[in-house]
């Protein structure tokens, strides 16, 4: 089994950045992608960004060019650094570990006010 305990959502006004974090443990197995979905009422989970042990990075279209994911191998810990936001950016964000199945942490609330 793997943990997943995410921190740093809240609420900011358009424009401004927010920086989510994500820390694994328990069985952490490597190589493995981490990597961060949002989620709205109604509306189907959505792949943000995710990056494998190695680096590789695979970022959603609208998060090209303003939000960063990157990760400390060492500490087993994810961050998605998240600039300029719009109020389209309010949902729940869920860190995701992946080893042959899907971890998922317990959802931080990120609200953008206009």
């Known amino acids: 089994q793997v943990q997943l305990v995410e921190s740093g959502g809240g609420l900011v006004q358009a424009g401004g950045s927010l920086r989510l974090s994500c820390t694994a443990s328990g069985s952490v197995l490597r190589p493995n992608t981490m990597g961060w979905y949002r989620e709205n009422p109604g509306t189907q989970r959505e792949l943000v960004a995710r990056i494998t042990s190695g680096g590789g990075t695979n970022y959603a279209d609208s998060a090209k060019g303003r939000f960063t994911i990157s990760r400390d191998n060492g500490k087993d810990t994810v961050y998605l650094q998240m600039n300029s936001l719009t109020p389209e950016d309010t949902a729940v964000y869920y860190c995701?570990?992946?080893?042959?199945?899907?971890?998922w942490g317990q959802g931080t609330q990120v609200a953008v006010s206009s």
């Open positions: 995701n570990y992946y080893y042959n199945i899907d971890y």
